[in-house]
């Protein structure tokens, strides 16, 4: 079974900054695409971030130059680097993964965690 655990949500004022991580845990063999997505109430969830095992990169257009995905291989973790935010980042952040396990590759979400800015 796989977890991924999310941390780093939190309120902040527009202007600043909040640093995002999701651990992956359990019987993992190897890990693909590590993905950032955010959802408001009443809408889709939308791709924020993404990046590759190899460290490509892509962002939304509206968060291109301000928020910025990495990951750390030997941790299984993906930190998502928010700055210059603005209130209409406020939303729930999830992590997801694609990856290898004992039954084969499969697709995995965080629990979320809230990210609010204030104006």
């Known amino acids: 079974q796989v977890q991924l655990v999310e941390s780093g949500g939190g309120l902040v004022q527009a202007g600043g900054s909040l640093r995002l991580s999701c651990a992956a845990s359990g019987s993992i063999f190897s890990i693909n695409a590590m993905d950032w997505y955010r959802q408001v109430p009443g809408k889709q969830r939308e791709l924020v971030a993404t990046i590759t095992r190899g460290g490509n990169t892509n962002y939304e257009d509206s968060v291109k130059g301000r928020l910025t995905i990495s990951r750390d291989n030997a941790k299984n973790t993906v930190y998502l680097q928010m700055n210059s935010l603005k209130p209409e980042d406020t939303a729930v952040y999830f992590c997801?993964?694609?990856?290898?396990?004992?039954?084969?590759?499969?697709?995995?979400w965080g629990q979320g965690t809230q990210v609010t800015v204030s104006s």
């Open positions: 997801a993964i694609s990856a290898l396990t004992t039954t084969g590759w499969g697709r995995y």
